[in-house]
């Protein structure tokens, strides 16, 4: 069975203290994996989308990584602004030779920034 | 402006009233689904839908319907809810099936069913 495990699951941060956020997998036929940022009362928005061992992304203060195992978060110097719920997708594809793929999702890390 | 749009945003119903919650997006996607979030489960797929009369069950389809008539709008129908669908709804669209595009996810329904 697909399993996609973040931790921890809450993080609290003083602004300005890095730190990474994880998120460890276990499927057969990944096809990528997906980070998105949820604030509260509002649907997810994406950031990154990795897709082999050994990329990684950058957008501002986030930084995304992949192993074959797991993906990292890695937020430096982080504001009040980045506070929010961040969660974790594998995708995966669901017909053979066909198009279609699903998203199973993490539960998330919701992160605090303390001013 | 690209987005997927739901309505409503909060409704409160009462036992096995039927209802209608609405999506819409105005990105041409192919790909649209439905997920409910609840405290401590994520996010969990209920419906999804490749195309326009085209539609397949998710991870928790039970006491749900969908229909996808048109490419545009996805509507997600509760035919008698229970106080066991109490939860926050997101709809999601993507050009194709999640392969390699972003989900673009709506605003989402908060339904309390009493």
């Known amino acids: 069975e697909d399993q996609v495990t973040q931790s921890p699951e809450a993080l609290r941060l003083q602004e300005g203290e890095s730190s990474s956020l994880n998120c460890s997998y276990t499927?057969?036929?990944?096809?990528?994996l997906f980070w998105y940022r949820q604030d509260p009362g509002k649907g997810p928005e994406f950031l990154f989308t990795?897709?082999?061992a050994g990329e990684e992304k950058e957008k501002e203060r986030l930084k995304a990584t992949l192993t074959k195992k797991e993906s990292f978060l890695h937020i430096t110097a982080p504001k009040p602004e980045d506070s929010a719920t961040y969660l974790c997708?594998?995708?995966?594809?669901?017909?053979?030779?066909?198009?279609?793929?699903?998203?199973?999702f993490g539960k998330g890390t919701l992160l605090t920034v303390n001013p | 402006e690209a987005q997927v749009t739901q309505n409503p945003r909060y409704l409160i119903t009462v036992t096995g009233k039927k209802l209608t919650v609405t999506c819409s997006q105005n990105?041409?996607?192919?790909?649209m689904s439905w997920y409910r979030q609840d405290p401590g489960l994520g996010l969990r797929q209920i419906y999804y839908?490749?195309?326009?009369?085209?539609?397949d069950k998710g991870d928790v389809p039970e006491g749900y319907k969908v229909s996808r008539k048109e490419k545009r709008n996805f509507p997600l129908i509760l035919e008698s809810p229970s106080p066991n669908q109490t939860s926050l709804y997101f709809c999601?669209?993507?050009?194709?099936?999640?392969?390699?595009?972003?989900?673009?996810f709506g605003q989402g329904t908060r339904l309390t069913v009493v």
């Open positions: 999601a669209s993507s050009l194709r099936g999640f392969g390699g595009t972003e989900a673009f």
């Open positions: 499927v057969s036929g990944l096809r990528g």
């Open positions: 990795l897709y082999s």
């Open positions: 997708a594998v995708q995966k594809r669901i017909n053979s030779g066909g198009s279609n793929y699903k998203l199973t």
């Open positions: 990105m041409n996607h192919e790909y």
């Open positions: 839908s490749m195309n326009v009369e085209v539609t």
